[in-house]
């Protein structure tokens, strides 16, 4: 089962910021949060991933709650070629069985 | 450029015809990957490989077969079609290393159909 929730629709204004949010409330200590993305039918893209600090990178950036139980992925400047299907997994390492979610389908409309 | 690159895009196939998607990537990554995606299932893992010779099953490994006889291939063996494998298929690698986490590297897809 997939070890988080997020809200399954978005919209965003291009130019705006976008926050996606991410509940993963079992999250275990020594799990990462990691987001990936997925545009039409391409292959999931890796955006960003974080323990417990916030961390930021050219793509997003990702703020981690104190007790971990959520996160936001922020994608500071929306385009329109950000739309896509946003995943949000916890895992013990980058090379774990990633389990994927439904994700959140985010739309940046002009 | 680092990539992972999956052969063929498109297959459409008959009952029990064997086939081979093969799946290659040039980042010298231990560990590879594959994941079908199907509407309302979203993306489940079929096998997995840590390293050379070394396989393991994931969430849906029947029907499929695979193997690591070389470190940058990884190919998904479906040995007798049937129609419930009509899916898009991803191939994946990863580095081993905790100074390369930097996710999955994923293929471009494989869209399969079985008819």
């Known amino acids: 089962d997939a070890k988080t929730t997020q809200p399954p629709s978005m919209d965003c204004a291009e130019g705006r910021a976008a926050n996606l949010p991410c509940n993963h409330s079992?999250?275990?200590?020594?799990?990462?949060v990691y987001w990936y993305r997925q545009i039409h039918s391409q292959g999931p893209q890796y955006i960003i991933h974080?323990?417990?600090n916030n961390e930021t990178n050219e793509m997003a950036s990702l703020i981690i709650t104190e007790d971990r139980k959520s996160s936001t992925l922020i994608l500071p400047h929306a385009t329109l070629r950000d739309t896509a299907v946003y995943y949000c997994i916890v895992g013990g390492t980058s090379y774990g069985k990633l389990t994927f979610g439904q994700g959140t389908i985010l739309t940046v409309h002009p | 450029e680092a990539q992972v690159t999956q052969n063929p895009r498109y297959l459409i196939t008959v009952t029990g015809k064997k086939l081979t998607v093969t799946c290659s990537q040039n980042m010298n990554h231990e560990y590879m990957s594959w994941y079908r995606q199907d509407p309302g299932l979203g993306l489940r893992q079929i096998y997995y490989?840590?390293?050379?010779?070394?396989?393991d099953k994931g969430d849906v490994p029947e029907g499929y077969k695979v193997s690591r006889k070389e470190k940058r291939n990884f190919p998904l063996i479906l040995e007798s079609p049937s129609p419930n494998q009509t899916s898009l298929y991803f191939c994946a690698s990863s580095s081993l290393l905790p100074e390369d986490n930097y996710g999955y590297t994923f293929g471009s897809g494989t869209r399969l159909t079985v008819v």
């Open positions: 974080g323990l417990k």
């Open positions: 079992t999250i275990s200590g020594n799990e990462y």
């Open positions: 490989s840590m390293n050379v010779e070394v396989t």
